[in-house]
């Protein structure tokens, strides 16, 4: 028993001073919120008049959330009020990089496929053009050319289309329109003029974030493919309300996952849907791959052969190598195409670090303050326990700091205020642990039992009031988590963090501590938690 309490005392102490120290040896810390190191605030609304929905809403966040997390932005905060989205990007300077960050339309558009899809290197930031796999680069008219591996796309049945997989075999020549350099763009027009305006935000890939321009050609990602590939498509010919907003993701026969689109009657779906089909079957030249696609808002959603001239049917049925979780993406996709949403700008504000570095110096004093005076008062009253209450606070605090930093760095974890004060607030509940913990010590001691004996029973009574009093703090910041956003949000994820971290402490430290320390002659000598202990259990 002893062992087993020892190597328990020593393995929590181990781990949390070590996440401390390799915290300090690294120079890690958290990424800060908006509120601590300043960034931008865009704040954009549905054009006046224009049919929108929740879906299509819910559609535009998320295309937002999928560029700001491409550029690496810590804890963006995007929120969706109404007809509104307000995107706070914390650490972001730029005002025009952030605009066009978080400018998306929602609308979705049909697209011959110019040139098949290929597999991209990520630019020589030293260079002008963009290479791909291995191919040469070429220049025309003043613009940078990006050439490379042309891809082999699946054919799939009865006109589904699939997700183009590299060959890595051919060469083909894809043209590009932009160069650049030193923080510029270049765009060259036909006649050769040039006009300069602030570099785009990259991708992931270091390939500029676009806007869709249904009107013109465009080199564009295809969304989740792997390694990330991009299509060379023409100017669009339909949109996506040639579909009904009934589309559902489904199994097909032999062919896992896919979706089954309607298309709307006559010239509003059918025609629209078969005369750009009737092209891409007869591989002409404003199709010459045979494949559509699914474009939305500068991601390609779907490439797909064409496997019939015609859907006299009225249905489109889209099958490849998806996943559920793709098809189901796709079909929420059409289904928003027949609700586009388009959003404007309303406002952009530059969010200063400097009011939040007082705040965050006042929180840290006020908490610093109030932590000394509880481990005063704990110190008084429990005498010598009280100075397991000060250690058992290092451990938490330690192991928090250690959790904190590693969720900043694998997961985008960014401390707010709002943060700080759930950790300040869960002080509260972990000194409650420990007064559980003491008081019923207390009472067996007065009863007569020797303090060992006291040690065990009183944990084991208090252990499960510890459970439930956490248990009510965890439910309570699950709930605020889930039904909240912005700053109460994470304020309960901290205070959910740190209620955990008080159920392993308590058991992994304050158990093993007292227990050891119960066992001890030197402790039977002296008075705990002002009652006087003798060998017999007697007290005075």
Not at 158 to 187: E, F, I, K, M, V
Request: some cysteine; charged content about 15%.
């Amino acid at each position: 028993m002893r062992r087993k309490l020892l190597v328990s005392l020593i393995g929590i102490m181990v781990v949390a001073y070590g996440a401390l120290l390799a915290t300090i040896i690294t120079d890690s810390k958290p990424a800060l919120g908006l509120d601590l190191q300043g960034g931008i605030s865009v704040t954009q609304r549905a054009v006046s008049g224009a049919t929108c929905s929740d879906a299509s809403m819910q559609l535009a966040v998320e295309k937002i959330r999928d560029r700001v997390d491409s550029l690496g932005v810590s804890e963006p905060e995007i929120l969706c009020q109404g007809d509104t989205i307000v995107v706070n990007l914390p650490g972001v300077k730029n005002q025009q990089q952030a605009v066009d960050l978080v400018q998306v339309t929602g609308l979705v558009y049909l697209r011959p496929v110019l040139q098949a899809c290929q597999v991209l290197n990520i630019p020589d930031p030293s260079a002008s053009t963009t290479t791909v796999a291995g191919a040469s680069t070429t220049s025309v008219a003043g613009s940078s050319t990006t050439t490379g591996a042309t891809e082999a796309p699946t054919t799939t049945a009865a006109g589904g289309p699939s997700r183009p997989l590299s060959s890595g075999n051919t060469s083909t020549t894809l043209p590009a329109s932009t160069t650049t350099d030193a923080g510029s763009t270049t765009t060259t027009g036909p006649t050769g003029s040039t006009t300069s305006t602030t570099a785009p935000p990259l991708d992931e890939n270091g390939i500029p974030i676009q806007k869709s321009d249904p009107n013109n050609p465009q080199i564009l990602p295809v969304q989740g493919s792997q390694p990330p590939q991009y299509c060379y498509v023409g100017p669009a010919q339909g949109t996506g309300e040639v579909f009904k907003d009934d589309a559902s993701a489904t199994i097909v026969s032999g062919k896992g996952w896919g979706v089954i689109a309607n298309l709307r009657s006559g010239a509003q779906g059918e025609d629209i849907w078969n005369n750009l089909a009737r092209q891409c079957f007869n591989a002409e030249a404003t199709c010459p791959t045979k494949q559509i696609s699914i474009d939305l808002d500068g991601t390609l959603q779907s490439v797909a052969t064409v496997n019939t001239p015609s859907f006299d049917t009225g249905n489109v049925e889209i099958s490849g190598s998806f996943t559920e979780g793709e098809a189901k993406n796709l079909a929420r996709v059409l289904n928003s195409g027949s609700l586009p949403v388009e959003l404007e700008l309303q406002s952009v504000q530059n969010v200063s670090a400097s009011l939040g570095k007082d705040s965050l110096r006042a929180a840290i004093i006020s908490g610093a303050i109030g932590v000394l005076l509880v481990l005063l008062f704990m110190v008084a009253y429990y005498r010598l326990l009280g100075i397991i209450v000060a250690i058992g606070i290092t451990v938490s605090a330690s192991l928090l700091w250690g959790i904190i930093v590693w969720l900043s760095r694998t997961n985008g974890l960014a401390l707010s205020l709002s943060g700080i004060a759930g950790i300040i607030v869960s002080v509260g509940v972990t000194v409650d642990s420990y007064v559980v913990f003491f008081e019923r010590l207390k009472d067996e001691v007065r009863s007569g039992k020797t303090l060992r004996n006291s040690a065990t029973r009183g944990f084991q009574g208090a252990w499960r009031t510890i459970v439930i009093a956490d248990l009510v703090s965890l439910i309570g910041a699950l709930v605020l988590w889930y039904l909240t956003v912005g700053a109460v949000r994470g304020f309960a994820f901290f205070l959910g963090l740190s209620t955990l971290c008080d159920l392993i402490v308590a058991y992994t430290f304050t158990r093993p501590m007292v227990l050891l320390l119960a066992r001890t002659k030197w402790m039977e000598r002296r008075k705990v938690m002002g009652i006087e202990v003798t060998s017999h259990g007697a007290t005075a």
